[in-house]
């Protein structure tokens, strides 16, 4: 069901809540520099301690994603003790992120190595256990990139596990784990996916944000 722009195209919309949104989204993502130039245009104000924990978030984030995983594990658990003692999944996430690095660099030996020392333990829960047999999987393959489990080997893998990885830490400084932006449009998706719903048995195609995204 689409809804005509002229019901809510002349709805006033406060800058001051623009801007929120905007900086929302940029100390989520850890664009520091990006947010120094925005509140320096806008006027907001932001504490040098939140700037400062920004900067740090930003560089375990950025140790995740590019595969220095021990160095990003030893920076949260500074930042944030027991976050991850707490957060199995994600400590789980983090060494096999590890693991994965090492097969990728073709050091068998050494992955088979740490994961018999830091993952096995995770094998006494059962929910563990599949997820287990899959990273292990990737050893039998001269060229994991080729197994089934090469996803697991993906940027986009790495990128999901960074982003647990930033959205916890956020969690754990009692600061949204997700930007305003986001929270946005998960509403919006959620409203129109109900309207659609509705519209449906008129006949009317679902509701899909991408395409919505593009009129």
Not at 46 to 58: C, I, P, S
Not at 149 to 176: C, G, K, T, W
Request: proline share 4%.
């Amino acid at each position: 069901m689409d809804i005509d722009p002229r019901q809510y195209e002349n709805i006033a919309v406060n800058d001051g809540d623009v801007h929120n949104i905007v900086m929302s989204y940029l100390e989520h993502n850890c664009f520091t520099d990006t947010l120094e130039s925005f509140t320096a245009s806008t006027g907001m104000k932001q504490t040098a301690n939140h700037l400062e924990d920004m900067v740090k978030r930003k560089w375990i984030y950025h140790l995740a994603l590019e595969g220095n995983v021990l160095k990003a594990i030893e920076l949260t658990e500074q930042l944030a003790p027991d976050l991850l003692e707490k957060n199995k999944d994600l400590h789980f996430d983090l060494l096999s992120l590890h693991f994965v690095g090492l097969v990728c660099s073709r050091k068998c030996t050494e992955a088979l190595e740490f994961a018999q020392t830091k993952l096995a333990p995770f094998g006494k829960v059962q929910k563990y256990v599949e997820k287990l047999e899959d990273f292990m999987a990737l050893l039998a393959y001269n060229e994991p990139e080729k197994s089934p489990m090469f996803h697991l080997l993906s940027l986009e893998y790495r990128q999901q596990v960074s982003d647990s990885l930033n959205r916890a830490i956020l969690a754990n400084s009692n600061l949204p784990s997700y930007s305003a932006v986001e929270r946005l449009i998960q509403q919006t998706t959620v409203v129109r996916q109900c309207l659609s719903q509705e519209s449906n048995k008129e006949g009317h195609p679902p509701f899909s944000l991408k395409d919505f995204m593009k009129s």
